[in-house]
């Protein structure tokens, strides 16, 4: 048995990367409720239907170009909770500060809040990015350097809670001096 011959043009990568950057420009200029899928097409140079045949939904569509405007954080190992934590936390604060998070996951937030689907996509997308800070917190845990009986969700929110309220609400600055407080603050009660 033999595979069948693909018909039509294959898919394009530059067709993906142009419709994926038309995607994050269009959000932040209208925001999500705003956005069309004709005006996303245009600005890519595609038809409406190239972009149907790659994502089933505009909410699909919107995640897709999140994930690839945020690299996801690299996994550190440095040996210790405190080193790793002091290492992953900067770098957070240098992409949240640096403006590599895009201004486009609160618009995506709030369109959650109506739509059931999105909210479980946002979750899958959300779970994935907190990775990173639970293997570290999990690490400790493994070496003796946190206590064990610690409810990792609630601290990993304490962690990256600060970093979002001040880059969505209140605008401080998401620095080394936040990171050190941080950990100032958390280490002392996650530790044995």
């Known amino acids: 048995m033999t595979d069948a011959p693909r018909r039509g043009r294959p898919r394009s990568a530059g067709a993906d990367e142009a419709i994926l950057t038309a995607t994050l420009d269009v959000a932040r200029e209208v925001g999500f409720r705003g956005m069309s899928m004709d005006v996303i097409a245009e600005r890519a140079g595609v038809s409406k239907a190239t972009i149907y045949r790659r ?6 569509l919107v995640l897709q170009a999140l994930r690839s405007a945020i690299n996801p954080m690299d996994e550190v190992d440095l040996g210790s909770v405190r080193a790793d934590l002091v290492t992953y936390l900067n770098d957070l604060a240098e992409r949240m500060a640096s403006g590599n998070m895009t201004d486009v996951l609160p618009h995506l937030i ?3 809040v109506h739509d059931e689907q999105l909210r ?3 979750d899958g997308y959300v779970a994935h990015r907190r990775q990173p800070l639970v293997a570290i917190l999990t ?3 493994e070496r003796g350097e946190i206590r ?3 409810d990792l969700d609630t601290i990993v929110d304490a962690f990256v809670g600060p970093f979002i309220y001040r880059k969505l609400l209140t605008g401080d600055a998401i620095d080394a001096t936040l990171v050190d407080r941080l950990l100032a603050l958390l280490l002392p009660t996650i530790t044995p």
């Open 120 to 122: 479980v996509e946002l």
């Open 139 to 141: 690490r400790g845990i």
């Open 55 to 60: 994502w089933a939904s505009k909410e699909a």
């Open 148 to 150: 064990d009986d610690l």
């Open 110 to 112: 709030e369109w959650a």
